[in-house]
């Protein structure tokens, strides 16, 4: 067995370079997982693309991991070899306070939420036995492809954002942002029961492929007012709920004009730390405006959305337009931020 094996490794904004390096050793209680496809996420690129370890490289991403057992520790006796896995980066005590309350979302243990997998840009990685005990993995059925399963990982976040804000008929729902994300919150709309989805993007190609998930209306807003746009749409109403899924705070303070008196807005993507967004607060207040973040979801909602991803009736080959081989990452970033690709997945072993 080689001791060695090829990763991902960033060395600062926007340098990735694929390397190799050691392979991970398996702890008496862990397992070892051969990464059979890892999906590239928008958080992974906006992470490789800027300071986000503060000087501390190189380092590893890639969360939306599945694979194969191919070690198990004396311990371990959960899984065994050959095993095909999905790891679910979240990962919940079910002891602390918001755990019991049913808002696992929101653990307060911070030694078992750090838990949380990152390391799949490589052949390798080492899956602790805290984690498996803690749970947050997932087996994928035989006839389950491994790209189709690591899709899992961000539906969860908008499974549950869809959820919590009960999407379904006769809703309109505006969705601002046709990347990845916001392709999967239109087709869960849809399957929800949502009336009429209308996604908004400065990127044509974006938006021309976003119908394919049940998107009624597109809104070039690179050419047209959005929030005009969006009111001639609803005969002046505007929608009942909007979810802004984009990392700018401008769609933020957008979202609030495109919204019906008494409708719900979500902040979805997550800005620029430290970065303010300007809102009309007197319009929030006479509308009755409710206003709402979305960041992750339960350990109960993580476990439902990972069986509708590998269920047939989720159509997880029309998310994924590129499958590369890991060490062509560069080009997955690239394809990912021209709008060229909706969902890249990467192979380690290509
Ligand atoms: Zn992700
Ligand atoms: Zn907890």
Known sequence: MSTKMKAALMYGPGDVRV???????CEPDGL?????AVGLCGSDIRNLTTDSRKGAYPFI????ITGIVDE??????RYKVGDRLFLFPGTYCMECEECISGHSENCSNTEVTKLAGTGGFAQYIAVKGEKIRRGGIYRIPENVSFEAASLAEPLTSVYACLENIRVGYPDTVV???AGPIGDFMAQLSKIRGAHRV???DINRRRLEMARQFGVDEIIDSSETDPIEAVLQLTGRKGADKVISATPVNATQTQSIHMVRKGGLVVFFGGVPKGSMTELDCNLIHYNNIWIKGHFGASYDQSMRAFRLAVSPEFPSGKFITHVLPLDEINKGIQLTRSGEAIKVVLHPWD
Do not use: A
Not at 19 to 25: A, L, N, Q
Not at 32 to 36: R, S
């Open 19 to 25: 390397e190799t390096v050691d392979r991970p050793v």
């Open 32 to 36: 070892i997982l051969k990464i059979m």
């Open 61 to 64: 991403y890639g969360h939306e």
């Open 72 to 77: 198990t520790g004396s311990e371990e006796t």
């Open 175 to 177: 969705i601002i942002g």
């Open 198 to 200: 209308i996604m908004i």
